[in-house]
């Protein structure tokens, strides 16, 4: 695998690869000296364009757990609020030699462009509305942890799928590995034309004791100036997973961070039937195997300069 | 004169042999065409036609002679934005596709909205163009929406119709008055129909596609429900509409009830939204995003059978370019826009013609009418006339972009197709605008 730009691209052989390698990383973080040398002396890049403290972090961290140097370039105080194009600053950054990019952009299909710019491996850490394949591997690789696979489970995606990337990557994996998805959210958060991702739609959780895993997506709060719901009231009066709509078979998901009270309420956040920090706990180790997978295809970073650029003989 | 005629030299030429169509005039056979002093004077049998003294013979033998094509929707993007066209590469791509005028659109920087940028803008045509360019104005100031310009001095300083281009009159009211005053002024109103309030941030198509990739859509009532509302308004008012770039099924049924009411509304489709969908957006290339945004397989086969019926007046490139540094960015980043001007002709014959689902002759009507609207008479093989013809070779196969482009953007849906159909020769106001290069001429 050269680059990881969505879970479009992968077949269910492939996450389960990147599952059971991020499963064998696990004890790393139980050593003394959190580190294996797997990666030593390669250079990841983490390219965000988006606030994010903690897929950065998690990306960071699992480099480092693999020995690679890290360097993050965020787009606040750098020349992207200059006025620098995509283009021109992935040019920039090519001359870091560095062997993978991570990049977060707000723009959909920005690392599959980027993958085009640079001779670099490409982790797409969420490109706009459209993807967020580690969340979803990591997903995966949380579920399989928990109750050993995904082969016909039914699983509910609650909340706002039509700003979700988190909700499209996984509508996508889970299917792959054998799942059943049910989309669930107000019908004004529910994009038109979903149901051609293979996915069941419903707007109430009227029929919730059907799945075996709920997965929550966060509201935003933004989404209220926009007029999707009236209020968070009438949502968390709709679409709340609480202690009296979860049953006690059912496993909770959500991708963080957790709006206590909207779409999750404080007892479900804290009861045993949530994975909630085991999947950010997964998060390091998936990313630790995905980092693994696109850098050992990947031989290491020579950018050669332009002709023009170069020295005379 | 609302059609600006820039300098050209008087053509003397002799197309020996070629298969004439001309579906107004009824002709379809092999003649000779000769034009002396730009103007066709003899259409004789093939291979029957005496050589004029001095004059060039081009083989036309295997070739097809139409009347040239008319554009009613192009963006020159003079002034102001020259740098991703300007009037001489603009009409130089009009040129190449076969194009003997086409009419350009207001909004640039600054909008065409008083006269003095017109008489600028017409003079620099007169000028720099290769072929005739008839301009349009906006209907409000800046296309702000909620002023109207000095329609009646803009009328007399040669504006051939009024439009927003690029964004719909929103405001039904502001409609209302400029159909009104339209008494007045004269001059068609050319609608971009789009509800922004339903369009949004939307930049493709809302349906599977943009469902899949994430795209906040652009769902096919925000242009049908205005379509409706301003032929309800021009069915009102009296006045007279003509529709820019319909890409739906709904407007087009919307269109034909209004035809069929009595409304003086006429439409244009164009190439990519009768020949490509939402699937060519799969790849987030940016050349396929444009407004109104390619839609779905039903669309387009609605927009094929309006043109066929007669619902969709004639086809119009909206011709829309870009520089480099604009499209090469992600695509909800892009500027919306294709070039249009250079594949036309090919793409709708590569894709309707050749497999049948139109013949040649509806195609060639529906290029040439896009004038029609606008007082600008469709061209035809008739002698006497001033000569507007375009040769074709109906058989080379080409790739889009192979040779590059005389526009200045290279961002074209079509880029790296292979298209059936080339232009060799345009002769425009009696002269010849374009000659395909490796296209050999033999001297008499």
């Known amino acids: 695998m050269r680059h990881l730009l969505s879970i479009e691209d992968l077949d269910r052989a492939a996450i389960e690869r990147i599952c059971d390698r991020a499963a064998s990383f696990a004890e790393v973080a139980d050593r003394e000296i959190k580190k294996v040398p797997a990666l030593r002396g390669r250079t990841v890049l983490n390219l965000f364009y988006e606030a994010s403290t903690r897929t950065r972090s998690s990306f960071e961290l699992a480099a480092k ?118 989309v669930c959210g107000p019908p004004t958060l529910i994009p038109r034309g979903v149901e051609a991702l293979g996915c069941d739609v419903r707007f109430t959780l009227d029929d919730l004791a059907e799945a075996d895993v709920v997965y929550a997506l966060r509201m935003q709060h933004e989404r209220m100036d926009q007029a999707f719901v009236p209020t968070l009231r009438e949502y968390a009066n709709e679409y709340q997973i609480n202690g009296r709509r979860l049953h006690p078979r059912q496993v909770l998901m959500h991708p963080g961070p957790v709006n206590r009270g909207v779409e999750l309420s404080g007892e479900v956040v804290d009861s045993p039937q949530a994975v909630i920090t085991a999947q950010v706990e997964a998060g390091v180790v998936v990313r630790m195997a995905v980092l693994y997978e696109v850098m050992t295809a990947h031989p290491p970073a020579r950018v050669d300069r332009p002709e023009h650029e170069k020295a005379p003989a | 004169m609302t059609l600006v005629r820039p300098p050209i030299a008087p053509a003397r030429l002799v197309i020996r042999g070629a298969r004439v169509l001309d579906p107004r005039e ?139 281009d690029g964004r719909p009159v929103v405001s039904a009211g502001m409609m209302r008055k400029a159909l009104q005053y339209q008494r007045l002024a004269g001059g068609l109103l050319a609608l971009h129909e789009e509800d922004p309030a339903l369009s949004g941030r939307g930049a493709m198509h809302e349906g599977e596609v943009s469902a899949l990739l994430g ?175 375009v040769l074709v070779d109906l058989a080379a196969a080409w790739e889009v972009g192979e040779d590059g482009y005389e526009s200045r953007s290279e961002h074209c849906c079509f880029a790296g197709r292979e298209l059936r159909g080339r232009v060799l020769l345009t002769v425009a106001a009696g002269g010849v605008a374009y000659r395909e290069r490796a296209f050999a001429v033999t001297a008499a």
């Open chain 1, 65 to 182: 757990r693999l020995s690679a140097d890290v360097v993050n370039f965020s787009a606040s105080g750098s020349s992207v609020e200059k006025g620098e194009s995509l283009k021109d600053t992935v040019l920039t950054l090519n001359a870091h030699k560095p062997d993978a990019i991570v990049i977060r952009a707000p723009w959909a299909g920005a690392a599959a462009l980027v993958a085009q710019w640079t001779p670099a491996a490409i982790i797409n850490a969420g490109d706009g509305k459209h993807e967020h394949p580690t969340q979803a591997l990591l997903d995966v690789h949380t579920l399989r942890q928990r109750l050993g696979g995904l082969d016909g489970l039914s699983i509910w995606i609650v909340g706002d799928v039509l700003h979700s990337r988190v909700a499209r990557s996984n509508i996508l994996a889970f299917q792959k590995m054998g799942a059943r998805v049910t």
């Open chain 2, 26 to 164: 009824a002709i379809d056979g092999a003649f000779d065409l000769v034009v002396v002093d730009g103007r066709l004077v003899e259409l004789a049998p093939a291979g029957s036609a005496e050589v004029p003294e001095g004059a060039e013979v081009v083989d036309g033998e295997g070739r097809h002679a139409l009347p040239a094509f008319v554009d009613p929707h192009v963006h020159l993007r003079v002034p102001g934005q020259e740098h991703k066209e300007d009037l001489e590469t603009g009409t130089r791509a009009a040129a190449a596709g076969g194009f003997c005028a086409v009419v350009a659109m207001p909004n640039t920087d600054p909008v065409v909205d008083s006269a003095p940028i017109l008489r600028a803008l017409r003079d620099a045509a007169a000028r720099d163009a290769r072929v005739p360019v008839a301009f349009t104005a906006s209907i409000t100031k800046g296309l702000r929406g909620d002023e109207l310009t000095e329609m009646a001095e803009l009328r007399d300083e040669g504006a051939i119709a009024f439009t927003d």
């Open chain 2, 215 to 389: 795209i906040a859509g652009i769902p096919s009532v925000s242009e049908s429900t205005m379509v409706a509302r301003d032929c309800a308004l021009a069915g009102y008012e009296g006045g007279r509409i003509h529709l820019q770039h319909l890409s739906c099924l709904e407007s087009v049924q919307a269109v034909a009830a209004a035809k069929e009411a009595g409304v003086h509304v006429t439409c244009e489709a164009s190439p990519h939204h009768l020949c490509l969908t939402e699937q060519a957006v799969r790849s987030l290339d940016t050349r396929m995003k444009m407004n109104p945004p390619l839609r779905t397989e039903t669309d387009r086969q609605a927009l094929i059978e309006g043109l066929r019926s007669g619902v969709v007046d004639c086809i119009a490139t909206d011709h829309a370019p870009h520089a480099r540094d604009e499209k090469e960015v992600p695509f909800e980043q892009a500027p919306m826009g294709t070039t249009g001007l250079e594949t036309a002709f090919a793409a709708v014959h590569s894709e309707l013609v050749v497999p049948g689902v139109l013949d040649l002759a509806t195609v060639v009507e529906r290029m040439t009418a896009g004038g029609e609207p606008f007082g600008i008479p469709a061209p035809r093989v008739r002698v006497g006339e001033e000569a507007n013809l």
